[in-house]
């Protein structure tokens, strides 16, 4: 029907997927002038955002200091965000997500979420993992050089620029569980970053648990993807549910996973 072949058109193989769907629907602003990455990006993105609605998404192609162009308020209307996510409307999610967890035993909204990879409408999108090659290992630098990013300063006082929107990859050791993180990643220099992930968040619980076996925490990045990834890692999951399963859901196909 309609909507299924709706649903066919909004499923998305890269980030950039994503960016060409919103111009193509007008919900995009290509901005060619040269732009700092240092307060001036965020500040032009800042008005925007203010705007009503939430203003258009903008993709600024020449970001002074780095020849990759730079996306910024992609999800930041209602409409991009349910576009993000492959539905007409985010409610559509969340009236099916609901409807799940009714049929779960548990007292708490908390006990009712980890029963949800046992429900095989959720465990048909567990990610696999596979084995040929991926995208995402097109291009690979052996001295990669994190400062040709177009990294942005948001606010004056900031202690310098942070990756804002990234998927930080962790396992926990004792378990092998996956947690998918967003966590603001402050930049240092050409191959280092501070890692901002709180006292009480599962990634600091797993870094905390290595420096108790005296070993050092293994951790993957991922920037961009579908944006249901994104999404996924900014969910507030319990403890121990996978956040790309909640991706596979939301975007109803598994998330694909090669060993970076």
């Avoid at 903008?58 to 990759?68: A, D, H, I, T």
């Avoid at 967890?101 to 980890?114: A, D, H, N």
């Avoid at 990294?151 to 310098?160: L, R, T």
Wanted: aromatic share 6%; glycine share 8%.
């Amino acid at each position: 029907d309609m909507g299924e072949r709706v649903l066919q058109a909004l499923k998305y193989e890269s980030l950039a997927d994503f960016v060409a769907h919103l111009e193509a629907l007008g919900e995009l602003v290509r901005i060619r002038a040269s732009v700092d990455p240092l307060l001036e990006i965020t500040e032009i993105a800042n008005r925007c955002m203010k705007t009503p609605g939430g203003g258009p998404a903008l993709l600024f192609e020449n970001v002074r200091g780095s020849r990759f162009p730079l996306a910024i308020n992609l999800m930041g209307s209602r409409r991009r965000m349910s576009l993000a996510l492959g539905v007409g409307d985010i409610d559509e999610h969340a009236r099916e997500l609901a409807a799940l967890l009714k049929t779960q035993p548990g007292v708490t909204i908390w006990e009712k979420l980890r029963m949800l990879p046992k429900l095989a409408r959720i465990a048909s999108s567990a990610p696999k993992r596979i084995s040929s090659h991926a995208p995402c290992q097109d291009v690979v630098e052996a001295n990669p050089d994190l400062t040709t990013l177009p990294i942005a300063k948001c606010w004056p006082d900031d202690g310098g620029p942070y990756l804002t929107l990234p998927q930080v990859i962790t396992r926990d050791p004792d378990t092998g569980v996956r947690n998918v993180g967003m966590y603001r990643m402050q930049l240092l220099d050409r191959n280092t970053t501070a890692m901002h992930w709180q006292v009480h968040k599962t990634g600091h619980r797993h870094y905390r648990r290595y420096q108790e076996l005296g070993q050092r925490i293994p951790v993957a990045v991922a920037l961009g993807g579908d944006p249901a990834l994104t999404y996924a890692a900014s969910a507030p999951l319990p403890d121990g549910v996978d956040e790309y399963l909640l991706a596979g859901f939301l975007r109803r196909r598994p998330v694909r996973l090669v060993r970076a």
